[in-house]
């Protein structure tokens, strides 16, 4: 990202914008546990999962400087604080900030959508949070299964899948009502 100015580009470091976004999560994820602590199937798993609206918006406007975000935030919410395994806690954080790399990549490549918020409609935003979704869903559940955190592939699979997309729309539909409000008061 570079804010311009004279004739020169002023490059913003991209801590900045990591830091902001594992700064999100974590809040995003504190609200998720105190507004739907009984949607969680398991601490790893939630009916509504409200940070998973940032990976795809993460990715799309700050790259791997997202991706960077994704991982810290996933990590600081882990349960590597409470003494949960190590090497469980950085695998998930990895997988929370790769899938949503794959997801860009391939809605870019294969499916030809742009990358960048302009211009994309609402079914485009949709094939982004789905492809997402689906993507996290299943590396998360292969490893969880992997590692032996669940005994099945598919025990997660649907919770995380809807959790994952209702968490998003949840947070879209949200901000979106808030800009039509601010924008409908401007106008008076």
């Known amino acids: 990202?570079?804010?311009?100015?004279?004739?020169?580009?002023?490059?913003?470091?991209?801590?900045?914008?990591?830091?902001?976004?594992?700064?999100?999560?974590?809040?995003?994820?504190?609200?998720?546990?105190?507004?739907?602590?009984?949607?969680?199937?398991?601490?790893?798993?939630?009916?509504?999962?409200?940070?998973?609206?940032?990976?795809?918006?993460?990715?799309?406007?700050?790259?791997?400087?997202?991706?960077?975000?994704?991982?810290?935030?996933?990590?600081?919410?882990?349960?590597?604080?409470?003494?949960?395994?190590?090497?469980?806690?950085?695998?998930?954080?990895?997988?929370?900030?790769?899938?949503?790399?794959?997801?860009?990549?391939?809605?870019t490549e294969w499916l030809g959508l742009n990358a960048r918020l302009e211009g994309l409609k609402a079914r485009h935003v949709l094939q982004f949070a789905l492809t997402g979704a689906l993507v996290n869903t299943l590396l998360q559940n292969f490893y969880f299964y992997m590692s032996g955190m669940q005994p099945s592939f598919m025990e997660g699979m649907l919770p995380m899948l809807i959790g994952d997309l209702a968490g998003t729309l949840v947070v879209l539909y949200g901000v979106s009502a808030v800009l039509q409000l601010v924008s409908s008061r401007k106008r008076q």
């Open 1 to 107: 990202m570079s804010l311009g100015g004279a004739g020169r580009a002023l490059e913003m470091p991209q801590i900045v914008p990591a830091l902001l976004i594992a700064i999100a999560w974590i809040v995003l994820y504190k609200a998720n546990s105190w507004l739907f602590a009984s949607a969680e199937v398991n601490s790893h798993i939630s009916w509504i999962f409200l940070p998973a609206c940032l990976r795809i918006v993460a990715v799309m406007v700050w790259r791997g400087a997202g991706a960077a975000g994704l991982w810290m935030g996933a990590l600081f919410t882990s349960s590597i604080w409470s003494g949960g395994p190590v090497v469980n806690e950085l695998l998930g954080a990895t997988i929370s900030a790769l899938a949503p790399v794959l997801a860009v990549t391939f809605c």
